[in-house]
């Protein structure tokens, strides 16, 4: 797959999850949520490089210098009976915006998902993030006004778990 000039795209390493950690916390803090990024190196290391990774990453360089990243996971679609490809998290560090990083990294990720034989390519954006929405749909994503996205964390999670107990 051809990137523009000075561009290498390639799944992270071990040795990356340092560096990937530092993306997802300068992403947390360009999503006004680095109060919510609790991650650790270690917590990286194991989740994406561990005995059973529960996600892959790709990491962008510019002139040798990392410039974003993006982390998925395979989703699964009963109705189409195929595995999907999940992005959850695409970032390109400010410096490097406007050189179609963000564009090829996608690029990549749609590759992949074709060689891996799955149904959808998907992803969430933040409601008041009308430049990248407006980017995603450029290239011909759509938003989703069908689903409403539900997230259970902390103790609403546990009482759950345990029987509904307060």
Not at 80 to 89: A, H, M, Q, S, T
Request: overall charge negative; aromatic content about 12%.
């Amino acid at each position: 797959m051809t990137h523009p000039s000075g561009l290498d795209i390639s799944p992270a390493i071990a040795a990356d999850a340092p560096l990937i950690l530092a993306l997802i916390n300068e992403l947390a803090e360009y999503e006004k949520l680095r109060h919510e990024s609790v991650a650790t190196e270690a917590s990286i290391s194991q989740a994406l490089f561990g005995p059973k990774p529960h996600a892959e990453a790709l990491i962008a360089r510019f002139d040798g210098e990392p410039a974003g990243f993006a982390l998925f996971f395979h989703n699964f679609s009963t109705f189409l009976g195929k595995p999907g490809l999940y992005l959850e998290d695409l970032f390109v560090r400010p410096a490097y915006r406007g050189r179609a990083i963000g564009k090829s990294l996608l690029r990549y990720l749609a590759a992949l998902t074709l060689e891996r034989d799955c149904g959808r390519f998907q992803w969430q954006v933040l409601d008041w993030n009308r430049p990248s929405r407006d980017f995603y749909e450029t290239l011909g994503a759509e938003p989703d006004p069908q689903w409403v996205n539900y997230r259970m964390t902390g103790d609403a999670l546990r009482r759950l778990a345990e029987g509904g107990k307060s």
